[in-house]
């Protein structure tokens, strides 16, 4: 491993310990090189789980809406490391001393009931124990948003935590393509989508993730819970105001709280 690799994963840990933002780090890495990125997204997350004892329970799929993608800048999807301290229920206050710079998204989570050995979508489809709707916790360990892709997989794809609905469905009793949301800051909509603008359909942003982790040695196993993308857009999430995200097709909604200033 370079000294350079070791070093931005340091940087970054610390800023996250401290809640102090660094400066981007993609200029310190060669161009396009995701494999250092994710390295240092790993060495993170490893510490983290020996450090700390946490189990990891999960992964999340992100920059699958293409209107998030042309926001954030980038062409392709990327993933992070779910650990169980990131888990959270419907309802969850959390304190705004706890992020850099908190945003909220909301999507579909699918959870797995048994291991995912090959990518191919009806092996995917059969280990898929239900899907539930979720808001993911956004945060970047960073001066601000402006990231390139190798930026945002090394801060393990700016995931910090996620919140879980109450409803659970089996995969094939809803088109989640036809899946409609619309998060509402208070009683004001803040932003709108259908499940299809998740890389066409969310299934194909789980089934990216599985061959992903295949090909990195590290495949989707049974139990974890997998944050499919943004079916809408990311937006800030601002203190003492509720947060829900309200879905079709029976899902019924999901919210979250940011309490309190820094």
Not at 65 to 83: C, E, F, S, T, W
Not at 108 to 121: E, G, N, P, T
Not at 214 to 236: F, H, N, T
Not at 242 to 249: D, I, K, L, M
Request: aromatic share 6%; with cysteine.
């Amino acid at each position: 491993m370079s000294q350079i690799i070791q070093k931005l994963a340091d940087d970054l840990y610390e800023a996250r310990r401290t809640l102090t933002p660094i400066d981007h780090i993609r200029h310190q890495l060669s161009d396009g090189d995701l494999d250092a990125a994710y390295t240092i997204s790993e060495i993170n997350t490893q510490r983290r789980v020996q450090e700390q004892g946490l189990r990891r329970v999960g992964r999340k799929v992100g920059l699958t809406n293409p209107m998030v993608q042309r926001k954030a800048g980038v062409d392709q999807p990327d993933y992070g490391i779910v650990l169980e301290d990131m888990v959270f229920s419907d309802g969850i206050v959390r304190p705004r001393s706890a992020f850099i710079k908190p945003k909220i998204e909301a999507e579909l989570a699918f959870v797995l009931k048994q291991d995912v050995l090959s990518a191919d979508l009806e092996s995917i489809k059969a280990a898929i124990d239900y899907v539930t709707p979720a808001i993911e916790l956004v945060d970047c360990r960073y001066h601000n948003y402006g990231m390139s892709i190798l930026d945002t997989v090394a801060d393990n794809a700016a995931c910090e935590g996620l919140v879980t609905g109450t409803v659970r469905k089996a995969y094939a009793e809803v088109d989640l393509d036809e899946v409609e949301m619309v998060l509402y800051r208070g009683d004001e909509e803040v932003t709108r989508g259908i499940g299809r603008n998740v890389l066409k359909g969310p299934i194909n942003a789980i089934q990216w993730l599985a061959e992903t982790s295949l090909r990195v040695g590290k495949p989707l196993r049974a139990g974890e819970i997998l944050l499919s993308g943004s079916i809408g857009m990311i937006v800030d999430w601002d203190t003492d105001i509720t947060y829900t995200a309200e879905y079709s097709h029976g899902f019924g909604c999901v919210s979250a709280r940011l309490e309190g200033g820094r």
